[in-house]
């Protein structure tokens, strides 16, 4: 270490033992000078901590209005969740509740399209011929049997043949209940033609209450299910 560096270690050690100095030697904060980080002279000690003062207030500041944004960003999805969840328990058919499903997603969510898939036959024949019982892979239903949470990003291979070649990023969505472990019985996809609006490290949250309460919409129409 040169001789140098051995004092402003020094002077370093000193100041954090003495955190009083400059207290009691208060006329130093005005005698000192130091380059002005804005490129404008020289400036006091004193001056060049309020800057330094007001550089931190200001990240603050920033730091402070991005929480505020999306604190209020949330608020609204979790009032617009809620009202999806009170107007699935007010439709009396099944292609009343899909349509409210397709468009509640595409009004409200910022959804192009959605899709829903189920590879459970139901009880109920009447509906029994609907197309959300097109037939899907075997290996894109066990996939989705795999994923704990929605899977967002790119549409994968196996799902080459679902939703618009124009559409930029999903959400798989398993259908299920998941508070009893229930293996899922079907799938909602959601496209989007906005890249970033699905993307790979996003929050699931919302996602995930959506999907349950899509799943448990469903099953009220579907019956039982021979899971």
Known sequence: MTNTETSTEQVKSFLRTHPNFFEENANLLTELSLPSPHGSGVISLAERQQLAQRDKIRV????MAQMIKHAEENDATSEKVHHFSLNLLNQQSFGALQHLIAETLRLDFAVTQSLIRIWIKPSNNAIAQDTVFTPVSEAFSDWIMTLNLAHCGAKPDIADHLLGEDLQSFAFIPLGKKALNQRPFGVLILGAEDQQRFKTDMGTLYLERIGELV?????????????
């Open 60 to 63: 603050l500041e920033a730091m």
């Open 215 to 227: 799943s448990a919409a469903l099953l009220n129409h579907l019956f039982a299910l021979h899971l």
